[in-house]
């Protein structure tokens, strides 16, 4: 690369958006507010950016509705390829984004370069192929009638999402809306809204029309608030917490708006007695410390046969206290800090919340004391030996925490593994072909692992049931959840009597 080449790739590869996405164009917030976006490896300054109010709300929300008749009456197929070009975009940027993703969020640039960026644009690959292929259907009525049934979108979608998969669930929120036909306005969180606007960027070079996407940073109380209540918009869809989706469901009795929650979780692991100790322990260490645990779906209960608690456990910190801790940049680190030095600080209280109940820390439980990394967010790998009713093993602690429960039988691994307000994913460990299709179908669950954790693919239906919120993402479930069946009746055969026969 000569060296103006290399001028104008570094001036691309740092550029950072910093405005509001609305009606195609980026644009300052109207009161001029802005707010500081910190990199948490260090908490430097990485951008100020725009900061939405009401009145951006209500501009995004009028672009998004102007868009709306053009956009949902495009050919399925055409849509469909704007979704696959936005893919492509999405990986001729893919270091750029990764970068961007890391330097935000604190995750590994490892997991941004192989797993958020690649499924990013899988997401948005799967759902233009989706956006013709979801069809409706013909329902057989009685004689004389012809019952039709039309998927119809529902109109503008408000999006509110977490700091903890920024840039994927952009895809996982965005690619379904699209596909049938909607128009968005998303809400980033405000921790980490810089890789929401380089898609837009995206999206506006590969011609998506104005308007049909809006992306408006700006506080949850107050931009996210307002948009679940806003009467212009048909649907809202949220990822966070249980306690704020209930605000989100009061937010949207006002004009009885569609609503979809992807809540917390406390995900269980258990391990059986005739389970493969190799594969449990590396999968139970992705389970849990990928993402630094801050996933819904993270592993972070293991509950683990009487006979080989002992051995599993004593493998299981050897193993977690290998794990490279460090600067996200850096190609060899496997867990980054994490996202907020708010959050960092939510996660050290449960390990004094642990020792208060009697919990046992058995690795971690603080600061790396590493000076390089004493300016971040950083929180060691932490296990806990800990009772299944302590705080620690029902509430979401999501961080790299990790609790371990032992039992004897497998009524009672069930009954700890249901025994949370939650419901999103679990799994388990064993060679037993009964006992795995059994559990399958008893364990309270959105999603179960069998043998794995954490499988997710843009096809597979991916919910709770509980706390742990209500619809489903991906596959054609979603396609269900932004779309309204509208039930069409003809009749077709003049000799059918209009009224009651005479
Ligand atoms: P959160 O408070 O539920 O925030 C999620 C999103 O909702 C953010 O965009 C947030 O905006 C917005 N928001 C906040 N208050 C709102 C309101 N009244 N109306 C509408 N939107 C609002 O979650 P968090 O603070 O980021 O994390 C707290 C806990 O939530 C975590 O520790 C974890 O237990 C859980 N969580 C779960 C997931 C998941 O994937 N299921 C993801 C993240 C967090 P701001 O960014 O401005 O706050
Ligand atoms: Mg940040």
């Not at 960026?117 to 069809?135: I, L, Q, S, W």
């Not at 940049?329 to 030095?341: A, C, F, H, I, K």
Request: hydrophobic share 40%.
């Amino acid at each position: 690369m000569n060296t103006a080449r290399s001028a104008e790739f570094d001036d691309r590869a740092s550029r950072i958006q910093t405005q509001l996405f609305i009606g195609g164009r980026f644009v300052p917030a109207q009161s001029g507010e802005t707010l500081a976006v910190l990199n948490p490896h260090d908490n430097s300054k990485l951008a100020d950016i725009a900061l939405a109010g009401k009145a951006d709300i209500d501009r995004a929300v009028s672009a998004a509705k102007a868009a709306f008749p053009a956009w949902s009456r495009m050919a399925a197929a055409d849509r469909g390829r704007l979704l696959l070009k936005l893919a492509d975009a999405i990986e001729a940027n893919a270091e750029r984004l990764a970068r961007l993703e890391s330097l935000d969020t604190g995750h590994p640039i490892r997991d941004t370069r192989f797993l958020d960026v690649p499924r990013t644009a899988a997401t948005f690959r799967y759902f233009g192929g989706m956006a013709d292929k979801f069809e409706g259907s013909v329902i057989p009525v009685e004689q004389g009638f012809l019952n039709y049934l039309l998927r119809e979108p529902v109109g503008v979608v408000g999006q509110v999402v977490p700091w903890n998969f920024p840039l994927m669930f952009t895809s996982w929120k965005m690619a379904p809306a699209l596909a049938a036909g909607n128009c968005v306005v998303m809400k980033p969180a405000e921790l980490t809204p810089l890789s929401s606007l380089a898609i837009a960027e995206l999206m506006a070079e590969v011609g998506f029309p104005d308007g049909v996407v809006n992306i408006v940073p700006g506080l949850g109380g107050v931009a996210g608030q307002y948009l679940a209540e806003h009467p212009d918009v048909s649907k809202i869809t949220f990822t966070g917490s249980t306690k704020i989706g209930r605000e989100i469901v009061r937010a949207s009795a006002g004009n009885l708006k569609k609503v979809q929650l992807e809540l917390g979780g406390k995900g269980a692991n258990i391990v059986f007695e005739d389970a493969n100790l190799d594969a449990v322990l590396q999968g139970s260490a992705f389970a849990i410390f990928h993402n630094q645990g801050q996933a819904c779906i993270a592993g972070s209960r293991l509950i683990v046969h009487r006979s080989l608690v002992d051995a599993f456990t004593e493998r299981f910190v050897r193993l977690a206290s290998s794990i490279r801790v460090g600067d996200p940049l850096d190609p060899n680190t496997e867990m980054g800090p994490l996202t907020s030095p708010q959050h960092r600080d939510r996660v050290l209280a449960y390990i004094d919340i642990a020792r208060e109940e009697g919990g046992e820390i058995l690795l971690g439980g603080k600061p790396p004391a590493h000076a390089s990394l004493a300016n971040g967010c950083y929180v060691e790998p932490t296990i806990v030996r800990a009772k299944p009713t302590d705080r620690v093993c029902q509430e979401e602690v999501f961080g790299p925490f990790v609790t371990i429960n032992t039992f004897d039988t497998e009524a009672e691994a069930l009954a700890i593994a249901n025994g949370t307000e939650y419901g999103l994913g679990a799994g388990f460990w064993t060679r037993d072909l009964q006992r795995a299709h059994r559990l399958a179908r008893d364990i309270r669950s959105g999603m179960v692992w069998i043998n794995t954790y954490k499988r997710v693919n843009p096809g597979s239906p991916f919910g709770g049931v509980g706390a742990s919120g209500y619809g489903r993402e991906m596959g054609f479930d979603v396609m269900r959840e932004y779309t309204q069946a509208k039930s069409v009746w003809v009749n077709v055969d003049a000799q059918t009597p209009p009224w009651y026969p005479r």
